[in-house]
């Protein structure tokens, strides 16, 4: 077994100790770095970021009660995620409307979760759970919809539940709706302008562009 000298720490190691590098006429290359020290800058890495998310959490308050580390030693910013929500009448019959369209187009039934929660639980004719269902409002008509956008923390709690996780964007004419696991979205930085009694309308999100996944409903 050949030995090589990692960039990094310097030392020789035998070969097993690098990730292949591919293969070229017939010769097999390694990588530069030794697996300890790549791991160990990956590591590093991840550890860097995570801790600049937790400092710049622990910047965050509620926009509406001024909630924050300097206001309540017990602070825990995930409390920001339910604390004072916004979601008026014209939001939750705009939501209600969209779900409704969605099961009628199969004869079945929802059940709205809590706060914490995915939007709805979705039943079928025979009262069988076969999906459960994020509800987005999109103040446009359908045809000038995309892209389509939704909180990435939105659409991982909705694949925990596994169980056939389908979005739904509630447009002015129509519902666009699809399964999460037929579509494809850029993830970046974004949201909304903030509102005043608002929290997360800036955050990670998920982009969606038109798409063969997704299917249309008007109302």
Not at 2 to 29: M, T
Not at 113 to 120: M, S, W
Request: hydrophobic share 30%; net charge positive; with cysteine.
């Amino acid at each position: 077994m050949s030995l090589k000298v990692c960039v990094d720490c310097k030392e020789e190691r035998p070969s097993d100790y690098y990730w292949s590098a591919g293969i070229k006429n017939g010769k097999q290359y390694y990588r530069k770095v030794c697996k300890i020290c790549y791991n160990t800058t990956k590591y590093s890495y991840k550890h860097k970021i995570r801790s600049w998310f937790q400092d710049y959490k622990q910047g965050l308050e509620c926009s509406k009660c001024g909630y924050s580390n300097n206001t309540h030693e017990s602070f825990n910013v995930k409390a920001l995620e339910f604390h004072h929500t916004v979601e008026n009448k014209a939001d939750l019959i705009r939501e209600e409307q969209a779900i409704q369209k969605f099961v009628d187009i199969f004869g079945g039934s929802f059940k709205k979760l809590g706060p914490n929660d995915v939007d709805y639980r979705v039943f079928n004719e025979a009262k069988e759970l076969i999906a459960y269902v994020e509800v987005k409002g999109r103040l446009r008509p359908l045809k000038e919809a995309y892209p389509l956008p939704v909180a990435a923390r939105k659409i991982v709690k909705l694949c925990d539940k596994r169980l056939n996780p389908v979005m739904i964007w509630a447009c002015e004419d129509g519902i666009i709706y699809a399964k999460v696991s037929e579509i494809q979205g850029d993830v970046r930085w974004g949201g909304r302008k903030p509102r005043a009694h608002s929290v997360n309308d800036e955050e990670l999100m998920i982009y969606y562009k038109q798409q063969k996944g997704f299917k249309y409903v008007r109302f």
